[in-house]
């Protein structure tokens, strides 16, 4: 079983909607990730946060928010999405030195109408 | 910034045989760490093991291994004894935790 936590497994919803994604890990990581994933294509980095606070973010458009309630839980905010952010978005965490592994909650399979 | 080729799309391996997926990497970077990543269809990464560009040893963990050419910039996977449970997407990833890098993807097959 993961580690870490994603809710919900699937997500369809309209381009009017507003929606959350929520990870939460109980391994005592501080540094915590987002990634989108499309189909047959590799994870690519969205947000990066350490000790709860955004330390990196790779031009995301600003319909995801990103936020980390504290350091077991960081949440995805998606508002305003087109039919192009379709995707797996992934969830991880990892302990906050340089080459710790990053360790992956299952993903939410997002499908936008 | 890292690059990271794989350049095997696909794979075919026998049940209870050895394979190798290839990855190669481009970087500057005096210091760099190099892992591997397992995604079956249901979506986890799984991590599976991990090198360190200073690390004297190849990694090992069970029936993976890392094949680690420091002068090539290749560090390949070694799957041992291949089981029907290993067929999945496998992907190489390097740079730090915080800015990986991942390579295109394996799809691997196990045949019984």
């Known amino acids: 079983d993961t580690e870490v936590t994603q809710t919900p497994k699937h997500l369809v919803m309209g381009m009017t909607n507003k929606k959350s994604l929520k990870c939460e890990q109980h391994?005592?990581?501080?540094?915590m990730y987002w990634y989108k994933q499309k189909a047959k294509k590799p994870p690519e980095l969205m947000f990066v946060?350490?000790?709860?606070?955004?330390?990196i973010n790779e031009s995301v458009p600003s319909r995801f928010s990103p936020e980390c309630p504290n350091s077991s839980l960081l949440n995805l905010h998606l508002h305003a999405l087109q039919p192009e952010d379709s995707a797996l978005y992934l969830c991880?965490?990892?302990?906050?030195?340089?080459?710790?592994?990053?360790?992956f909650g299952n993903g939410t399979r997002l499908t936008v109408t | 910034a890292q690059k990271i080729t794989q350049t095997q799309p696909g794979m075919f391996v026998q049940e209870k045989e050895a394979v190798t997926l290839d990855c190669t990497y481009d970087?500057?970077?005096?210091?760099?760490?190099l892992f591997w990543y397992k995604q079956p269809s249901s979506g986890e990464m799984i991590f599976l093991i991990y090198?360190?560009?200073?690390?004297?040893q190849n990694a090992t963990e069970g029936r993976y291994s890392l094949n680690f050419q420091k002068a090539r910039k290749s560090a390949n996977l070694v799957i041992s004894a291949s089981q029907l449970g290993d067929s999945a997407m496998y992907f190489c990833?390097?740079?730090?935790?915080?800015?990986?890098?991942f390579g295109k993807g394996t799809l691997l097959t196990v045949n019984p």
């Open positions: 990833a390097g740079g730090s935790n915080y800015k990986l890098t």
């Open positions: 391994m005592g990581h501080r540094a």
């Open positions: 946060y350490s000790y709860e606070k955004l330390s």
């Open positions: 991880a965490s990892s302990q906050d030195r340089q080459y710790s592994p990053l360790h």
């Open positions: 090198q360190g560009s200073y690390d004297q």
């Open positions: 970087t500057s970077d005096p210091s760099y760490g």
